[in-house]
């Protein structure tokens, strides 16, 4: 038996997380939290429960990000607005931080010394390469078509894990290539190697005699530059997700999540999500993991200073290092001319004025309004999806935590359909590679809200960790695991109904 089966095996039979993490524990310490009142978490649980009328929309349904909520224009921009609730004070982070977050990094040593730095490997030259317009990447379908939106993860079994964190599923970087394939280098450098994708049609039938073709996609990676990969190595494809409601699921209580985890299926409805806890860079202890596809990062702060790094090989703060995550045996990347100038960025090629103005900017890109929510196949839709318990991992709706000096985000009701937890989506889905508590089956719930706009931002309608799927249909029949009941709801559905559905969440 091969050490990777082995682990894959032992991710199938891993026991329920042990609960030495509890919502005290897990104390949010990110946020400037005023504790709830009794009377409001009262007021809280009666606005959050399921619909019982489904002839008409719930009263705020409209407006998915409370407060923050911005029209929904008909134009590629509608991801790309601010808060609308933003003070005037601020509006200047937010306009100085979108010009970082559309910032082209270039490599040293240059003239342009304030936006030096960049590698000398990579994978896009500024957050916006991969966030077209603050919207979904999409994997290349031709291999002449550029890779700025798509790339692959490595890893390796083995590792420590941290002291505290239950079930963590220790790996390593890949040792030659570490933990992301760099599928570009600065001049001088040349890049890791080229990720490739092929696809193999897999037809499904539904009841109504509609065949559907699923893309089963399979990964390798040509042109590797410094040899071959480890024989255990494990490949996970990503692509941007849209940027839109970060701020606002970064302010859910900890504790709302963690009470909807049910990692024993306790209830007996099939469906047995669990939290991913991991360290935080910045605070040095365990806390949930909320982005990522596989929930890996607690904060919007720590997601931008890994992307800095990871995807342009650029020094924050968190991630001190000017060769990004170079390995030991990649010598020509470690000793390359850098970006750090110690009179300039407090010595860093990101300092922390400008994370921290990336992060706001990235906190409050708005969620635009629904659309046609009181139209009747609409709201036809909207039943279907809760008798199908789609609900069950896609929670429509939460209230944030009230908060100090951050009114952009404090005490919204806001309807992100997601729980932010980890849930077996079958083998279908599988990567086989497992990230902190998250096993190789496991994927964070996506959130749905904006996502009938993806078309409109994005210019296609690729969905999934991997884009495989080229439609709302097919992302629902790739769906397996804990989701098996629900895909089959919808395989069997009448059209009419199976049509409304789809009318719903592009309503979203």
């Known amino acids: 038996m091969t050490l990777r089966l082995a682990l894959a095996l032992s991710l199938l039979a891993a026991p329920a997380m042990a609960q030495t993490l509890d919502a005290q524990t897990l104390d949010d310490r990110h946020l400037p939290v005023i504790p709830r009142t009794p009377a409001e978490t009262a007021r809280i649980k009666a606005i959050l429960a399921p619909p019982g009328d489904f002839t008409a929309p719930e009263k705020f349904e409209g407006k998915p990000g409370g407060a923050t909520t911005t029209r929904a224009l008909t134009s590629a921009d509608a991801f790309s607005q601010a808060s609308e609730n933003l003070p005037f004070a601020r509006e200047m982070d937010n306009k100085l931080g979108n010009g970082l977050f559309r910032k082209t990094w270039v490599a040293a040593p240059a003239s342009t010394k304030a936006s030096d730095g960049l590698g000398p490997l990579y994978n896009a030259r500024a957050c916006q390469d991969c966030h ?21 993860r490595l890893s390796i079994p083995g590792g420590t894990a941290p002291e505290g964190i239950a079930d963590y599923l220790a790996t390593l970087p890949e040792p030659t290539y570490g933990g992301q394939l760099q599928d570009f280098g600065a001049p001088g450098h040349a890049p890791e190697g080229q990720m490739q994708v092929s696809y193999t049609i897999q037809p499904v039938t539904l009841s109504d005699g509609t065949v559907v073709e699923l893309r089963r996609p399979d990964y390798h990676i040509s042109d590797l530059g410094q040899g071959a990969l480890h024989p255990e190595v494990m490949l996970s494809p990503r692509v941007a997700p849209q940027m839109i409601g970060l701020g606002l699921l970064e302010a859910i209580p900890a504790a709302d999540i963690l009470a909807l985890a049910d990692p024993e299926d306790a209830n007996g409805d099939g469906i047995s999500g669990r939290p991913n806890i991991v360290m935080s860079a910045e605070f040095g202890v365990p806390m949930l993991g ?34 990004g995550e170079c390995t030991a045996v990649q010598t020509d990347c470690l000793t390359a001319i850098h970006g750090q100038e110690a009179d300039m960025r407090d010595g ?9 103005l990336v992060t706001f900017y990235s906190r ?25 318990q789609c609900a069950g991992c896609h929670q429509p709706k939460f209230v944030t935590h009230r908060l100090k000096d951050q ?21 279908g889905l599988a990567d086989h590679r497992p990230e902190a508590r998250a096993n190789g089956r496991e994927w964070r719930t996506a959130p749905l809200w904006g996502i009938g706009l993806t078309a ?53």
């Not at 077209?132 to 999409?138: Q, T």
């Not at 635009?368 to 199908?388: I, T, W, Y």
């Not at 210019?459 to 089959?488: M, P, V």
């Open 132 to 152: 077209l317009k603050d919207g979904r990447g999409h994997m290349p379908e031709t291999a002449d078509e550029p890779r700025v939106s798509a790339f692959l």
């Open 290 to 323: 909320r982005f990522g596809l596989k929930a890996g990062a607690p904060t919007v702060k720590e997601q931008s200073a890994g992307a800095f790094s990871g995807d342009m090989g650029l020094s924050t703060p968190l991630h001190p290092a000017p060769s």
């Open 348 to 356: 860093l090629e990101v300092d922390g004025k400008s994370l921290d």
């Open 364 to 388: 409050n890109l708005a969620v635009p309004e629904r659309r046609n929510l009181s139209d009747s196949q609409v709201l036809r839709g909207k039943e279907v999806f809760h008798a199908a």
């Open 407 to 427: 009114p952009e985000q404090s005490f919204q009701l806001i309807w992100p359909f997601t729980d932010l937890l980890l849930h077996d989506m079958g083998e």
């Open 456 to 508: 409109q931002v994005s210019g296609h309608t690729q969905f999934l960790h991997d884009g495989r799927a080229r439609s709302l249909l097919e992302a629902i029949l790739w769906h397996g695991g804990e989701a098996e009941a629900a895909r089959e709801t919808v395989v069997n559905l009448p059209t009419s109904d199976r049509e409304a559905l789809i009318a719903y969440l592009e309503s979203l």
